[in-house]
């Protein structure tokens, strides 16, 4: 990595059991934007890159044939909990809010003013991973 980063020095990686259906989705919910889709064997997602502002998710298919992929569990594999949340920080948590209510998003908890600044909720995606989205820029 150059001495001048030009975005996320950490990026989160899920998976999806439907990877294209996810990658629509995010893009639809939560705004953001396709940087590379590489498909993978049979209908599946070898490796996507997702962008938002500065940051970035990866994706893939589930699948638990190698690598580190058979020490990672999918929400249903343990009774839609999940290991971990996703914090995006958003310019607009409100119009977030209405276009993932409107894309289908379990809302985790409702959108409100917070006491440390700007507005929150949280909520499932359609594979049940969860994510956090506000106004709170912990850079700023």
């Not at 996320?8 to 259906?21: C, G, K």
């Not at 209908?43 to 893939?60: D, K, N, P, R, Y």
């Not at 058979?70 to 343990?78: Q, S, T």
């Amino acid at each position: 990595m150059s001495d001048k980063v030009k975005g996320s020095t950490v990026i989160p990686s899920l998976r999806y059991r439907e990877a294209h259906e996810a990658i629509d989705w995010l893009v639809a919910a939560f705004g953001f934007e396709k940087n590379a889709v590489y498909d993978g064997p049979e209908g599946t997602v070898a490796h996507a890159q997702l962008t938002l502002g500065t940051g970035m998710i990866m994706l893939g298919s589930a699948s638990n044939t190698g690598g580190w992929s058979a020490e990672m569990v999918h929400p249903d594999e343990i009774g839609g909990k999940a290991t971990g949340g996703i914090y995006l920080v958003v310019a607009d948590a409100a119009a977030v809010y209405e276009r993932a209510k409107a894309a289908g998003a379990v809302i985790d908890g409702e959108l409100k003013e917070m006491s440390y600044g700007g507005k929150a909720f949280g909520c499932k995606d359609l594979e049940g991973y969860f994510w956090s989205i506000g106004e709170y820029d912990p850079w700023a």
